[in-house]
């Protein structure tokens, strides 16, 4: 169990958010919410029903309800309600920076123009109570085709972007099916992130590194089945935007007591604790940290250790960057 100190620490340090899916921030109530406003009719008959169906057996099982959740979001408006549910939910767990995903194909898809996508969250993202950005995400069970026409109908927009990631169903759908998106947004400065190594291979995480060339590699745990890889990721200070309570979820470790994260901080790899799709999988921010923590031999150095990493693994001009490890710095020196 967490003492109480460990637990205060946890909750009140500074952290950076850097792998979150904002459609994954929707709240079975405001789903609701949503759904009466736009005249949508779920195929669930209440908040609780809709709650008791978040129970995936797999990624594939989570991604179907993941886009029944987003077809409530039709409007400019819907799509700030929920990008600000978020930023206060972030905000409440001591969030000071967020890089939030989003996929605007899951909208466009349905007859959603892209604007409307960019421009709610975007809007939110400048009233947020945190410094948040937004990274533009591809959908890998999509043609690399699909995703080339999704950035060309954002480029208008590029100003309210600054990367672009990769996410979606990862087996059988490897980096390297993206090779000429990710080389065109090189080319436009954006910065480049990627899901790999999650249920997919460490041979993946290797395609994203060298194929795709991404700066920061989402998931990643499945890095230490290759010794050369782990040993590469530490060397170069990659950074893996590790999801604990996703990875339970999805199976990708059976109990929290099995999570390879104390082995990756061994290993010199920058880790990096994040909540990934919250509202499905039992928790935001502080209920990641403290589950891990509750769950593995890990101590306040850690805590310290993993409070830098975000910010050191985030996109952040580097006077902004070192402010926020001041400040991470700072709070640990009371302790």
Same mark, same amino acid.
């Given at each position: 169990m967490?003492?109480d100190?460990?637990?205060?620490?946890?909750?009140?340090?500074?952290?950076?958010?850097?792998?979150?899916?904002?459609?994954g921030s929707?709240?079975?109530?405001?789903?609701?919410?949503?759904?009466?406003?736009?005249?949508v009719?779920?195929?669930y008959?209440?908040?609780e029903?809709?709650?008791a169906?978040y129970?995936?057996?797999?990624?594939?099982?989570?991604?179907?309800?993941?886009?029944?959740?987003?077809?409530v979001?039709?409007?400019?408006?819907?799509?700030?309600?929920?990008?600000m549910?978020?930023?206060?939910r972030?905000?409440?767990?001591?969030v000071?920076?967020?890089?939030?995903?989003?996929?605007?194909?899951?909208?466009?898809?349905?007859?959603?123009?892209i604007?409307?996508?960019?421009d709610?969250?975007?809007?939110?993202?400048?009233?947020?109570?945190?410094?948040? +950005? =937004?990274?533009?995400?591809?959908l890998?069970?999509?043609?690399?085709e699909?995703?080339? &026409?999704t *950035?060309? @109908?954002a #480029?208008?927009?590029?100003?309210?972007?600054?990367?672009?990631?990769?996410?979606?169903?990862?087996?059988?759908?490897?980096?390297?099916?993206?090779?000429?998106?990710f080389?065109?947004?090189r080319?436009?400065?954006?910065?480049?992130?990627?899901?790999?190594?999650?249920e997919?291979p460490?041979?993946?995480?290797?395609?994203?590194?060298? +194929? =795709?060339?991404?700066e920061?590699?989402?998931h990643?745990?499945?890095?230490?089945?290759? &010794?050369? *890889?782990? @040993?590469? #990721?530490?060397?170069?200070?990659?950074?893996?935007?590790?999801?604990?309570?996703?990875?339970?979820?999805l199976c990708?470790f059976?109990?929290?007591?099995q999570?390879?994260?104390?082995?990756?901080?061994?290993?010199g790899?920058?880790?990096?604790?994040?909540?990934?799709?919250p509202?499905?999988?039992g928790?935001?921010?502080?209920?990641?940290f403290?589950?891990?923590?509750?769950?593995?031999?890990?101590?306040?150095?850690?805590?310290?250790?993993?409070?830098?990493?975000?910010?050191?693994?985030a996109?952040?001009?580097?006077?902004?960057k070192q402010k926020?490890?001041?400040?991470?710095?700072?709070?640990f020196?009371?302790?």
């Amino acid at each position: 169990m967490l003492n109480d100190q460990l637990r205060r620490v946890l909750q009140q340090m500074p952290k950076a958010e850097l792998h979150i899916h904002i459609e994954g921030s929707l709240e079975p109530e405001l789903i609701f919410a949503l759904a009466e406003r736009n005249g949508v009719k779920l195929a669930y008959g209440s908040v609780e029903e809709l709650r008791a169906a978040y129970a995936f057996t797999d990624l594939q099982s989570f991604l179907d309800i993941y886009y029944a959740g987003a077809s409530v979001l039709l409007k400019e408006q819907d799509f700030y309600d929920m990008t600000m549910a978020y930023l206060k939910r972030a905000e409440a767990d001591n969030v000071r920076h967020t890089e939030i995903f989003f996929d605007p194909q899951t909208h466009t898809a349905r007859g959603v123009d892209i604007k409307v996508v960019i421009d709610g969250i975007y809007r939110a993202c400048q009233d947020s109570p945190v410094s948040a +950005t =937004l990274i533009l995400c591809f959908l890998r069970h999509l043609s690399e085709e699909d995703a080339i &026409a999704t *950035l060309e @109908a954002a #480029l208008p927009y590029r100003d309210k972007f600054i990367g672009v990631g990769l996410d979606s169903s990862e087996v059988g759908n490897p980096p390297e099916k993206f090779a000429n998106v990710f080389a065109r947004c090189r080319d436009l400065g954006l910065r480049l992130v990627a899901h790999a190594g999650e249920e997919g291979p460490p041979a993946y995480i290797y395609t994203a590194l060298d +194929t =795709l060339k991404v700066e920061r590699i989402d998931h990643g745990v499945r890095c230490l089945e290759d &010794a050369e *890889l782990t @040993a590469r #990721l530490a060397k170069e200070q990659m950074a893996l935007t590790v999801c604990p309570l996703s990875n339970i979820k999805l199976c990708v470790f059976d109990q929290m007591e099995q999570h390879n994260l104390l082995q990756l901080l061994d290993a010199g790899i920058l880790a990096t604790v994040n909540s990934d799709d919250p509202a499905y999988f039992g928790g935001y921010m502080n209920d990641n940290f403290i589950a891990t923590f509750e769950a593995l031999p890990l101590g306040l150095s850690h805590a310290h250790r993993l409070s830098r990493n975000g910010f050191v693994a985030a996109f952040l001009p580097e006077e902004q960057k070192q402010k926020f490890l001041a400040e991470v710095d700072a709070f640990f020196a009371k302790i």
